[in-house]
């Protein structure tokens, strides 16, 4: 993790950039009507508790902790406390669809969070954040179920207008997440979320925006409180170009390097050195929007090559006059597999970070060897409330290479046997942002599994989770 002493440089280099007020950052205080509690966010460092400064707005409990003024002038110098519950029941089904046999397991996750952000500035300030989560009910918990009590967030971030844009820096533990998460994700849908030991930069202007950044992604254990660490032997780096192509739609162009050292795949083993290309384009026009993205990766595994690929895409047109406003979703995906195990260059994707969510929760399905077609429909009876039906297909991207679950485990007993067909799965989901600060959800997941995963042992396979979610 970096140093107290990097996190001083930092700050010194830039405090003398950020006297400048930003206006693109001040939140009108000159009109009452304008202010309004924030929203409590999926990313809890991004909230903005100044209109607290107004004390007419202090209405609820815990308010007098919200905002802690530590400037009679400055409205945006403040201290804010909060937390994160989440609790969420999961019934699943063995892993891998019980080829290594197992039974169903009914379990709780437990995911509480506490943080402390320390506006120091207008364009300065510190973000603390703890986390406790536990699973009661799990067998054997692995360290993305569990995590007794450690250090999930602690950065400094700091901004200033230069040369007419915005610059940003973020020295820390922080998270780092790309467009839908389909492969730079903070892995929410596990229990203990991703965090990576960074430094990130960024400048804004116009229509574009250029990031970059260095990072050793934290590696999570529970043995004892304040375990977790990161080191050389896993880092993840890149640079970023996005351009506003229109007012409703984006380009972005991604390079990145990926290193793992002493890794296991089936057709290699040894240090692993990825570079990624990654092409996304997102946008709407009226009722239709789009996410659109490719990566091609290149590199080594040990003595082997690595030539890989992978696509995602998600289409949605929204049929606003309708009652209960029914939307249709059409989600395609692909990544490569290795065609030949014995051979000199490894062909199977990998997916660096991705999120869960993006196929489902269960965990059945890796984004690995894979051809993905989802058609769903999702209603809106009341305001906040969503239900969504979905039906997937799953096949793999050659017989050569097994079947993946998540992120990308390899199915014993299915590399190399025949049939591309590896499930068809039938996904319900319910979801009610009940208000600002709390959130219910519900998932229910049946894969029914093919021939090819039924001959190394599998079976279909079921997952249901329930969930709360609570923030202050």
Same mark, same amino acid.
């Given at each position: 993790?970096?140093?107290?002493?990097?996190?001083?440089?930092?700050?010194?280099?830039?405090?003398?950039?950020?006297?400048?007020?930003?206006?693109?950052?001040?939140?009108?205080?000159?009109?009452?009507?304008?202010?309004?509690?924030?929203?409590?966010?999926?990313?809890?460092?991004?909230?903005?508790?100044?209109?607290?400064?107004?004390?007419?707005?202090?209405?609820?409990?815990?308010?007098?902790?919200?905002?802690?003024?530590?400037?009679?002038?400055?409205?945006?110098?403040?201290?804010?406390?909060?937390?994160?519950?989440?609790?969420?029941?999961?019934?699943?089904?063995?892993?891998?669809?019980?080829?290594?046999?197992?039974?169903?397991?009914?379990?709780?996750?437990?995911?509480?969070?506490?943080?402390?952000?320390?506006?120091?500035?207008?364009?300065?300030?510190?973000?603390?954040?703890?986390?406790?989560?536990?699973?009661?009910?799990?067998?054997?918990?692995?360290?993305?179920?569990?995590?007794?009590?450690?250090?999930?967030?602690?950065?400094?971030?700091?901004?200033?207008?230069?040369?007419?844009?915005?610059?940003?820096?973020?020295?820390?533990?922080?998270?780092?997440?790309?467009?839908?998460?389909?492969?730079?994700?903070?892995?929410?849908?596990?229990?203990?979320?991703?965090?990576?030991?960074?430094?990130?930069?960024?400048?804004?202007?116009?229509?574009?925006?250029?990031?970059?950044?260095?990072?050793?992604?934290?590696?999570?254990?529970?043995?004892?409180?304040?375990?977790?660490?990161?080191?050389?032997?896993?880092?993840?780096?890149?640079?970023?170009?996005?351009?506003?192509?229109?007012? @409703?739609?984006?380009?972005?162009?991604?390079? &990145?390097?990926?290193?793992?050292? =002493?890794?296991?795949?089936? *057709? #290699? $083993? !040894?240090?692993?050195?990825?570079?990624?290309?990654?092409?996304?384009?997102?946008?709407?026009?009226?009722?239709?929007?789009?996410?659109?993205?490719?990566?091609?990766?290149?590199?080594?595994?040990?003595?082997?090559?690595?030539?890989?690929?992978?696509?995602?895409?998600? @289409?949605?047109?929204?049929?606003?006059?309708? &009652?209960?406003?029914?939307?249709? =979703?059409?989600?395609?995906? *692909? #990544? $490569? !597999?290795?065609?030949?195990?014995?051979?000199?260059?490894?062909?199977?994707?990998?997916?660096?970070?991705?999120?869960?969510?993006?196929?489902?929760?269960?965990?059945?399905?890796?984004?690995?060897?894979?051809?993905?077609?989802?058609?769903?429909?999702?209603?809106?009876?009341?305001?906040?409330?969503?239900?969504?039906?979905?039906?997937?297909?799953?096949?793999?991207?050659?017989?050569?290479? #097994?079947?993946?679950?998540?992120?990308?485990?390899?199915?014993?007993?299915?590399?190399?046997?025949?049939?591309?067909?590896?499930?068809?799965?039938?996904?319900?989901?319910?979801?009610?942002?009940?208000?600002?600060?709390?959130?219910?959800?519900?998932?229910?997941?049946?894969?029914?599994?093919?021939?090819?995963?039924?001959?190394?042992?599998?079976?279909?396979?079921?997952?249901?989770?329930?969930?709360?979610?609570?923030?202050?």
């Amino acid at each position: 993790m970096p140093t107290a002493r990097m996190l001083l440089l930092a700050w010194a280099c830039f405090a003398s950039l950020s006297h400048t007020a930003l206006a693109e950052d001040q939140t009108a205080t000159s009109d009452p009507t304008n202010l309004q509690r924030p929203t409590i966010d999926f990313y809890r460092w991004q909230e903005d508790w100044s209109v607290l400064a107004d004390p007419g707005l202090r209405t609820e409990p815990g308010d007098a902790f919200k905002y802690i003024s530590l400037s009679k002038t400055n409205p945006k110098s403040y201290l804010s406390f909060g937390l994160t519950l989440r609790e969420r029941f999961v019934s699943v089904d063995p892993a891998l669809f019980g080829v290594e046999g197992g039974r169903r397991q009914s379990y709780l996750l437990h995911r509480l969070e506490f943080h402390l952000d320390a506006h120091l500035t207008d364009n300065t300030r510190i973000f603390v954040q703890l986390e406790n989560a536990l699973a009661p009910g799990l067998a054997k918990p692995s360290p993305v179920d569990a995590n007794k009590l450690d250090l999930r967030l602690f950065f400094l971030d700091t901004q200033a207008n230069v040369d007419g844009g915005l610059f940003k820096l973020r020295v820390g533990r922080q998270e780092i997440a790309f467009d839908l998460q389909r492969f730079v994700s903070v892995r929410d849908g596990p229990n203990v979320r991703q965090a990576y030991d960074a430094i990130w930069a960024d400048y804004e202007r116009g229509g574009w925006r250029i990031t970059g950044f260095a990072s050793q992604p934290v590696q999570y254990r529970n043995e004892s409180d304040f375990d977790d660490y990161s080191n050389r032997h896993l880092t993840f780096s890149g640079v970023r170009a996005q351009r506003r192509m229109t007012a @409703t739609s984006e380009l972005s162009i991604s390079l &990145s390097e990926f290193r793992q050292d =002493d890794v296991h795949f089936l *057709a #290699a $083993s !040894g240090n692993e050195v990825r570079q990624s290309i990654d092409v996304h384009y997102n946008g709407r026009a009226d009722n239709f929007d789009w996410d659109v993205e490719g990566m091609k990766q290149g590199g080594s595994i040990g003595a082997k090559n690595v030539d890989a690929w992978a696509f995602g895409s998600l @289409t949605g047109f929204t049929f606003t006059g309708a &009652s209960w406003s029914p939307r249709i =979703d059409l989600q395609l995906d *692909a #990544a $490569s !597999g290795d065609h030949n195990l014995s051979g000199n260059t490894v062909g199977t994707f990998n997916p660096l970070f991705p999120n869960g969510y993006y196929v489902t929760l269960s965990g059945y399905t890796g984004y690995t060897n894979f051809i993905h077609f989802k058609p769903s429909l999702t209603l809106t009876p009341m305001q906040d409330v969503k239900l969504v039906a979905a039906v997937g297909e799953l096949w793999r991207q050659t017989t050569h290479d #097994a079947i993946y679950a998540q992120p990308d485990i390899p199915v014993p007993g299915t590399a190399g046997e025949p049939g591309r067909r590896s499930s068809t799965y039938g996904q319900l989901e319910l979801n009610w942002n009940a208000t600002r600060s709390l959130a219910f959800g519900m998932e229910f997941d049946r894969y029914f599994v093919a021939p090819a995963l039924r001959r190394a042992g599998g079976h279909d396979s079921d997952y249901f989770g329930a969930e709360v979610r609570w923030g202050w």
